[in-house]
């Protein structure tokens, strides 16, 4: 498919200069495609996933067919999340920024209606929303639809995934009969072909091949990974690599609570996303995710819907993805606007052929990686630091630190020893050799060492091998955690201050100086908590947290009473 510049179309100068603006210089597949015939008055039906520049596709020529002078909308967007309408609404903000008198607003459920009732009355034109919220104004009567000469359904397989049929019958048949429809869709499946035979005319179909499904700018790799230790393999990729912003995918819920709750014991900043959480607390956590406070975001498929965050550096199948066109919707959230991304993938032994099955649907490379050793994360940090001590080096550095070193060289010690007392105190102690874990076994290899070591404990079978699997598996992730003596303390905090496990962490590994990795079970209650540290650490964790605060709660620590 030949790809047009965007100063090839028939574009206007403002609409022109926004693209330029936001650094796009190559219209992608699916706008050199639609684009042309949107802008001519067409019905479209575009296929088009994630991550392949649909919004852009019809919001370039959505705004320069509206009529600034009309101050009632002329067109709609229909969105299947509200996650969805707002990613719409910014990027019509940021393509339409030149267009004086263009007016959109985002309306969907979770938000007062009377606001959005005040802002479609002062006069919009491009109405973005959800099927279900914008019934509901049409009910109130606070919304007109007479005006309206093109109408939107993007992710439309989504939408009647999520019951929106009757809602979204019900909005079409109340526009105006002379209008233009384009649907946006990932699959061409019988229902939307159904919507698409009763509500447009002639439609002009943009489908994007399977060789251009992913984006030539992820690196994409899968690594062979038991279960039990993805998380500690991931954590090496990420500290290996550097990054800043990543999308964790899970199949289940239950694998989301367990993965964040992981992540934050090893002092990651992590949130999850998925359907138990009320609409306040998935804005909380969307708005800490955009913001960079939270820099892991893990989700399932089903809550991830309509996310699209700039500046995704990497995107981590932690499951394989059920169906194929999900892998592509997944990763496709990394890679924008021309910029690298990372696309990685843990498989067991047993996912192979799904995995080829992956490859086969994408006709895209995805290449055998291995998890980095401690060693090797170790020596990239130290290299890394190596060029920040430089970089200080060349500026000037503050003379009050001479008197410290001077009376520490006056008392016998080292400037190497000091040197590297402060390496340790920012990198921490290299792994040893006897501390890695065997990432790369098969799960059949998994199974007969599983064996044997079953019958090293006098043949528990199966039964007790599950029931014990996990408490080993944590012990052996912890290292010298599990051969250590550990002592509980009650802590005067729990559930009713919000108080998380990766609080506690974060707290006694910051002010006592241990690592994250040496404390054990972590127990929340409503009004208190308890947590096991190292017999010889305890000491230090009662001294550093006196008169400390955990959250911005003053906190009391003490050994519990048995």
Do not use: C, W
């Given at each position: 498919m030949e790809k047009l510049k965007f100063e090839d179309l028939s574009l206007s100068e403002e609409i022109k200069s926004a693209v330029m603006d936001m650094g796009f210089v190559e219209a992608s597949p699916i706008q050199s495609e639609a684009i042309p015939y949107i802008l001519e008055g067409r019905d479209v039906i575009g296929q088009a996933q994630t991550g392949t520049g649909k919004t852009a596709a019809f919001g370039i020529p959505t705004l320069e067919k509206v009529d600034p002078e009309i101050k009632e909308p002329q067109a709609i967007i229909l969105c299947p999340t509200r996650e969805l309408a707002l990613q719409v609404s910014e990027e019509f903000k940021k393509i339409g920024k030149y267009k004086k008198g263009i007016h959109t607003v985002a309306i969907y459920g979770g938000e007062s209606i009377d606001r959005q009732i005040k802002a479609v009355r002062r006069g919009v034109q491009i109405i973005i929303?959800?099927?279900?919220?914008?019934?509901?104004?049409?009910?109130?009567?606070?919304?007109?639809?007479?005006?309206?000469?093109?109408?939107?359904?993007?992710?439309?397989?989504?939408?009647?995934?999520?019951?929106?049929?009757?809602?979204?019958?019900?909005?079409?048949?109340?526009?105006?009969?002379?209008?233009?429809?384009?649907?946006?869709?990932?699959?061409?499946?019988?229902?939307?072909?159904?919507?698409?035979?009763?509500?447009?005319?002639?439609?002009?179909?943009?489908?994007?091949?399977?060789?251009?499904?992913?984006?030539?700018?992820?690196?994409?790799?899968?690594?062979?990974?038991?279960?039990?230790?993805?998380?500690?393999?991931?954590?090496?990729?990420?500290?290996?690599?550097?990054?800043?912003?990543?999308?964790v995918f899970c199949n289940t819920k239950k694998k989301v609570d367990e993965v964040v709750e992981a992540l934050q014991l090893k002092g990651y900043s992590a949130e999850g996303l998925h359907g138990?959480?009320?609409?306040?607390?998935?804005?909380?956590?969307?708005?800490?995710?955009?913001?960079?406070?939270?820099?892991?975001?893990?989700?399932?498929?089903?809550?991830?819907?309509?996310?699209?965050?700039?500046?995704?550096?990497?995107?981590?199948?932690?499951?394989?993805?059920?169906?194929?066109?999900?892998?592509?919707?997944?990763?496709?959230?990394?890679?924008?606007?021309?910029?690298?991304?990372?696309?990685?993938?843990?498989?067991?032994?047993?996912?192979?052929?799904?995995?080829r099955d992956i490859i086969t649907y994408t006709k895209s490379k995805i290449t055998k990686g291995h998890i980095p050793t401690g060693s090797d994360v170790f020596k990239f940090k130290l290299d890394k630091f190596k060029g920040t001590i430089t970089e200080v080096l060349n500026s000037e550095l503050p003379e009050q630190f001479d008197d410290m070193i001077d009376e520490m060289v006056v008392e016998g010690v080292k400037l190497k020893d000091i040197a590297k007392a402060l390496l340790?105190?920012?990198?921490?102690?290299?792994?040893?050799?006897?501390?890695?874990?065997?990432?790369?076994?098969?799960?059949?290899?998994?199974?007969?060492?599983?064996?044997?070591?079953?019958?090293?404990?006098?043949?528990?079978?199966?039964?007790?091998?599950?029931?014990?699997?996990?408490?080993?598996?944590?012990?052996?992730?912890?290292?010298?955690?599990?051969?250590t003596q550990m002592v509980k303390l009650f802590i005067n905090l729990g559930k009713n201050q919000k108080i998380r496990p990766g609080d506690i962490v974060g707290a006694i590994a910051g002010e006592?100086?241990?690592?994250?990795?040496?404390?054990?079970?972590?127990?929340?209650?409503?009004?208190?908590?308890?947590?096991?540290?190292?017999?010889?650490?305890?000491?230090?964790?009662?001294?550093?947290?006196?008169?400390?605060?955990?959250?911005?709660?003053?906190?009391?620590?003490?050994v519990a009473k048995n």
């Open positions: 929303g959800t099927p279900g919220r914008i019934i509901d104004h049409l009910t109130r009567g606070t919304l007109k639809l007479d005006q309206i000469k093109m109408v939107v359904l993007d992710e439309a397989d989504e939408m009647l995934d999520m019951g929106f049929r009757e809602d979204i019958e019900a909005i079409l048949e109340k526009v105006p009969d002379e209008r233009q429809t384009i649907f946006f869709s990932a699959t061409m499946s019988r229902p939307i072909m159904d919507l698409t035979k009763r509500y447009q005319k002639n439609p002009h179909i943009v489908k994007i091949s399977k060789s251009e499904l992913t984006v030539s700018t992820i690196e994409q790799l899968y690594f062979e990974v038991k279960n039990n230790y993805k998380v500690e393999a991931m954590t090496r990729l990420i500290d290996m690599y550097n990054l800043k912003l990543m999308l138990d959480l009320r609409q306040m607390q998935r804005n909380s956590v969307m708005a800490k995710f955009r913001s960079g406070l939270v820099n892991i975001l893990v989700a399932t498929d089903v809550a991830a819907r309509g996310i699209d965050v700039e500046n995704v550096e990497a995107v981590f199948n932690l499951d394989l993805p059920q169906d194929s066109e999900y892998y592509v919707h997944r990763i496709g959230r990394t890679g924008r606007a021309g910029k690298a991304g990372k696309a990685f993938t843990f498989i067991g032994g047993r996912e192979f052929n799904q995995l340790k105190v920012h990198l921490g102690s290299p792994v040893s050799e006897s501390d890695e874990l065997k990432f790369n076994t098969s799960e059949r290899e998994d199974r007969g060492s599983r064996g044997s070591r079953d019958r090293e404990r006098g043949g528990r079978g199966e039964r007790g091998e599950r029931g014990e699997r996990r408490s080993r598996g944590d012990r052996e992730e912890r290292g010298d955690r599990g051969r006592a100086g241990i690592k994250g990795n040496l404390i054990g079970q972590i127990d929340i209650f409503d009004k208190h908590s308890f947590v096991e540290v190292p017999k010889d650490k305890v000491n230090d964790v009662l001294e550093a947290m006196v008169n400390n605060q955990i959250k911005g709660k003053k906190v009391n620590i003490e």
